[in-house]
Structure formats: C-alpha cells, structure tokens
C-alpha cells in the first residue's frame, strides 16, 4: 500500500511542478492589464500549492520514519487540517480560522508538526465536549521579544510564527469544565517538546469564557522574495543550463523557467543524450539539473558520470522524493530541488549553485 501510494505521490509531484512552473511563466509574460487572465493563473497556482502540500501528506504516510526537516509552509498545513476537521466534527462545534502567514516557512519536519497541531486540535475538540462552542485555530508573524507577559530563551528578536489554537465555549455557564480546569499534561508536554526541537516554544492557559488556548511560537526560516530571483539573475544571463528529465513536460517547464530567469538552457529527455552531449564537450556548460527516476541511468549514476568528465561542474538534483532517501543525501549533488518548486526557489538554489564562478561568453546551445 506505501509502494503505491509512494508511487502515485511521485506521479502527482511531476504533474504539479508543470503546472507551477508552466503558471509561474505565463504570470511573468502576462501583460498588467489582463487582469482577469492573471487572477486565474494566481488561482491555479493556489491550488497546486494545496495539492502540493497533499502529496506532501501523503509522502508522509509512505515513510515509516521521517527525521528530516526542510521548508514547510505551516499556513498550507493548517489550511489543510482545518478543512478535513470541519468535514469531521459535529454541527455544534464550528472552526474559525485566521491565518496572515502565507509564504513565510519554518525549518520543521513534517510528521512531527502534524501531530503537534493534531493534538492540540484533539484536545480542544475534547474539551468543548457535547456543549459545543468554537475551535480557533491562527498562524501570524510575531516578535516573542514584545511579549511583556513572558520572556522566550533563544526566540528575542528573531522572526517568529505564533500559531496558536483555543477552545472557546458560547458562554461561561458550562459548569465544572470552565475556566479553572487544565489541560491533560502529557498532550501538553508532547506538544511542547515538539515545539522545542523545532527551536520554539509552547505556553497555555485558560480562556475568560470557558476554554483554553495554545500558542506556539517557531523561528522563520529565511525568506526568499518572488521577484529577487530574475533581478539576481541579470548578471547571470549568459550561464549555461543543462536540464535532464524523462517527462518532457516538466523539462519544458523547467526550460521556461530558466530561460525567464536569463540562462541558456539545454534541455534532454534521455540521460544518455545528455551524457553524449557532454562528452562532446565538458565545457559548454555551467551547471546540470538532472531527475533521479529515469530509464538506462538514474540521476546518481549520471552524475557519477559527468563529475569523471569534468569534476568542477554543479550539478543539482531535481526530485519528488524526500529529505531521507540516499539520492537525496548524495553528497556528489551541491544541491537537491524539491517537486513541485517555484520560480524564487529555483532562482536562488541556481545561484547558489553557480557563486561564485564567473559568467561565460554565450555561444550556440547544443540541442537534443
């Protein structure tokens, strides 16, 4: 069952990354006044982002283990959550959302920040009880330092998320479940030992009208803004890109993408072609972007191959799998991409990959 839906994941993966990238393109080529036209595009890139993060969920469920932690929207996670614990609760018990974060990432690891959110929503749900009432649940940037209420050891002056979920009753004549009673400890220290080794922190505490409320508090990732990348990318213009993937939709896209950032891309749908071309010449080119899925030779092995002919070259992996699968833990790669990713990622793991070595002179691309 994890081998097929593993499988089905990495299919899914492939065909959000072309509607992204595809989408992210024609935003860029749109002119300003087709407003409507651009409305639409930002739409379909929402909705890859949600089933992004569907496949995310269901890489999850295929690792039996997962100890790797990488960028992960908690907006696009709450989201999600919220929207299948609606269709689960009873009518007497509503959700109320509010969430002002969506961009802003944490380094996190998915499985354990799921059941960090998931039990706090349990609890919550189970301290309403039958009554009813409202489960809120908020994601919004915050500074721990201006909490006059409590100091946050490690968190002053760092750019924060505070994600916070309470229980709130219609009104505080419920009786014996008020505002006095505290919440099951061993919920609360799992919680909070989740929080902490994400290097944030958990506090909580009753609610005037019956209820009680969590807020967490989790370090920013560094940020990358949608419109640095083609700005960085200008003095770049001349770099040579060669980009490797079986599905030439997604080495389509990939194309696109880098061609709007300013690079001059080579694109093979045959790892052997691509290895041909360069044997030809080791030299035409400043960088490969190669998938690890693909027929006669995996991306490890033709990476393998290209750093016999030329040992200096960068060259990035391009996968839907995860953090914890050995190709992605390749050290022979100076970087691995993530499917579905957006333009702003790409932009900066290229340049990342390419700094500091100078641009060259341009010349015919060869073709496959």
């Not at 959550?81 to 269709?87: E, H, N, T, V």
């Not at 919004?140 to 994600?163: F, I, S």
């Not at 790892?271 to 010449?281: E, F, M």
Request: glycine letters at 8%; charged letters at 25%.
């Amino acid at each position: 069952m994890r081998v097929l839906a593993g499988g089905i994941a990495h299919e899914f993966n492939n065909i959000l990354a072309a509607i992204m990238g595809f989408s992210e393109i024609s935003l860029l080529k749109l002119p300003p006044e087709l407003t409507r036209i651009r409305d639409n595009l930002e739409n379909v890139l929402q909705a890859s982002r949600r089933g992004a993060e569907l496949v995310r969920h269901l890489l999850a469920f295929c690792r039996q283990a997962d100890t790797g932690f990488h960028h992960l929207e908690v907006q696009a996670l709450l989201k999600e959550m919220a929207r299948l614990l609606r269709s689960a609760l009873p009518a007497s018990l509503a959700i109320n959302t509010n969430f002002l974060a969506e961009g802003r990432t944490v380094e996190a690891n998915l499985d354990r920040m799921h059941r960090m959110v998931l039990v706090l929503c349990t609890r919550a749900v189970r301290d309403l009880g039958q009554a009813g009432g409202v489960l809120e649940i908020g994601l919004e940037p915050a500074r721990p330092d201006l909490d006059r209420d409590r100091q946050w050891p490690g968190l002053a002056e760092k750019p924060c998320l505070r994600l916070w979920i309470a229980s709130r009753r219609p009104d505080s004549g419920q009786g014996e479940a008020g505002p006095g009673r505290e919440w099951p400890d061993p919920d609360l220290d799992q919680a909070t030992g989740i929080a902490r080794e994400h290097g944030g922190d958990l506090r909580s505490g009753p609610c005037p009208q019956g209820g009680h409320w969590v807020e967490i508090f989790l370090p920013c990732s560094a940020q990358v803004s949608g419109t640095d990348g083609p700005a960085k990318a200008e003095a770049s213009r001349l770099r040579r890109i060669m980009v490797v993937d079986d599905e030439a939709v997604l080495a389509l896209a990939m194309t696109e993408m880098l061609e709007g950032l300013g690079y001059g891309v080579t694109a093979c749908t045959h790892p052997l072609k691509a290895l041909q071309i360069l044997s030809a010449d080791p030299g035409a080119f400043d960088l490969v972007i190669t998938d690890q899925l693909m027929p006669s030779l995996s991306g490890s092995s033709l990476c393998r191959e290209i750093k016999s002919l030329r040992p200096d070259i960068p060259v990035l992996l391009f996968t839907g799998q995860e953090e914890d699968t050995p190709a992605s833990q390749d050290p022979q790669f100076q970087g691995v991409l993530r499917k579905p990713l957006l333009l702003s990622e790409l932009a900066q793991a290229v340049e990342q990959a390419l700094s500091p070595e100078a641009a060259h002179e341009a010349g015919p691309w060869p073709k496959c």
